[in-house]
């Protein structure tokens, strides 16, 4: 990526789900490449178990932290049903959806009133809309706290943010844990590159 473009990232999660220190570690690795970078959180939601969002926006030309609806070059979501309200309210066609598939089932699904969300259904959208589709699983995830890991690997093996390198992210991650936390999670993230 040039410093004269720009490249907008819209994250959406469940509260409690590391949506913070994903945005967080995305900004910073930006920044470590020498990239023009901004971004913004929601914050109260995740004693709730509600909707976290952060917008995040790289380049010169990224002149406010908000993304505009249906205007994100890629949606990062860490929950199913997040990755549909995400693609359906940011995304732009063309564009990319990068989620882990995890399921936190709304109240009204949890109630018998709507069916479960079956991941295909995202598939379809996608398909129909020409958006480029990276759903991401671990069956043998250690920790579910490390799902924003595995997404963040996802995002480095892929270059989906051009111009920052795997070494920028590693980065990113040392500043932002310590300790046990940060052995883990390197070890993670290298050993899905």
Not at 165 to 175: I, S
Request: glycine share 10%; charged share 25%.
């Amino acid at each position: 990526m040039r410093i004269e473009d720009k490249m907008d990232i819209y994250l959406i999660g469940v509260g409690g789900q590391g949506i913070g220190l994903l945005s967080e570690a995305l900004i910073r690795a930006a920044d470590y490449a020498g990239l023009p970078v901004r971004g913004v959180d929601t914050h109260g939601l995740a004693q709730r178990g509600g909707t976290v969002t952060s917008h995040v926006r790289i380049g010169a030309q990224a002149h406010s932290a908000l993304i505009k609806d249906g205007s994100a070059d890629m949606v990062v979501a860490l929950e199913r049903y997040e990755a549909l309200r995400g693609l359906n309210s940011h995304l732009t066609d063309g564009g990319t959806l990068v989620y882990y598939d995890a399921v936190w089932q709304p109240l009204d699904v949890r109630l018998g009133k709507n069916p479960p969300l079956d991941w295909q259904v995202i598939r379809e959208e996608c398909k129909r809309r020409s958006v480029r589709n990276l759903r991401v699983k671990s069956e043998t995830l250690p920790d579910a706290r490390m799902q924003n890991v595995v997404i963040l690997a996802e995002i480095a093996k892929h270059t989906l943010i051009s111009g920052v390198a795997l070494e920028d992210y590693e980065h990113a991650l040392r500043d932002l844990l310590d300790g046990q936390v940060l052995e883990k999670n390197l070890a993670l993230f290298n050993s899905l590159l």
